[in-house]
């Protein structure tokens, strides 16, 4: 028991300052508190509807290449879709000279509806970022991943096309 010229301690230490186990309980809620925050930032930005949907054509992705300047060297179809729930897909091998070796590898995925889409390219995404081995965007009805294996110009031109086309 506290002596009458004592003051008894528990709450405080010193006078206007928390217990040492009052500020780790306070610091460990502000601490979950904001791991929370940044975690629900993260499901609302992964979670999120990319481009708008609508039905696209792959003349206009081609366009859009050939209009910056690259060629399409190499074109083919897969008509089943290569990726899951893809209705159809192509690949193209896109370049400033084809056969140089420079080429870039683009995929363009083409989907039914906006969750399939949407759902491919957050699995692109999950695969490729660890890696960081390629690119994906959405525009339209397709998901288009160009991979990394090419030079940076090519990679540079790819975006600037796909980016002035609308592709997110």
Same mark, same amino acid.
């Given at each position: 028991?506290?002596?009458?010229?004592?003051?008894? =301690?528990?709450?405080?230490?010193?006078?206007?300052?928390?217990?040492?186990?009052?500020?780790? /309980?306070?610091?460990?809620?502000?601490?979950?508190? /904001?791991?929370?925050?940044?975690?629900?930032?993260?499901?609302?930005?992964?979670?999120?509807?990319?481009?708008?949907?609508?039905?696209?054509?792959?003349?206009? /992705?081609?366009?859009?290449?050939?209009?910056?300047?690259?060629?399409?060297? =190499?074109?083919?179809?897969?008509?089943?879709?290569?990726? %899951?729930?893809?209705?159809?897909s192509r690949r193209y091998d896109v370049g400033f000279v084809c056969a140089s070796g420079d080429e870039a590898q683009v995929v363009v995925d083409n989907f039914a509806g906006r969750a399939d889409r949407d759902a491919a390219? =957050? %699995?692109?995404?999950?695969?490729?970022?660890? %890696?960081? %081995?390629?690119?994906?965007?959405?525009?339209?009805?397709?998901?288009?991943? /160009?991979?990394?294996?090419?030079?940076?110009?090519?990679?540079? =031109?790819?975006?600037?096309?796909?980016?002035?086309?609308?592709?997110?």
């Amino acid at each position: 028991m506290a002596s009458p010229a004592e003051p008894a =301690r528990g709450v405080t230490d010193r006078p206007g300052r928390p217990a040492p186990s009052v500020r780790i /309980v306070s610091s460990t809620v502000i601490v979950g508190g /904001v791991f929370a925050l940044l975690l629900v930032l993260i499901v609302a930005v992964l979670g999120r509807p990319r481009a708008t949907f609508s039905e696209g054509t792959f003349a206009e /992705v081609e366009r859009a290449m050939q209009d910056k300047g690259l060629h399409i060297c =190499r074109t083919e179809d897969v008509p089943d879709g290569q990726a %899951n729930q893809a209705v159809e897909s192509r690949r193209y091998d896109v370049g400033f000279v084809c056969a140089s070796g420079d080429e870039a590898q683009v995929v363009v995925d083409n989907f039914a509806g906006r969750a399939d889409r949407d759902a491919a390219l =957050r %699995n692109f995404e999950v695969l490729v970022r660890p %890696n960081g %081995n390629g690119v994906t965007y959405s525009y339209k009805s397709f998901v288009i991943y /160009v991979a990394g294996q090419s030079d940076d110009r090519s990679q540079d =031109r790819i975006d600037e096309a796909l980016r002035g086309l609308g592709a997110q």
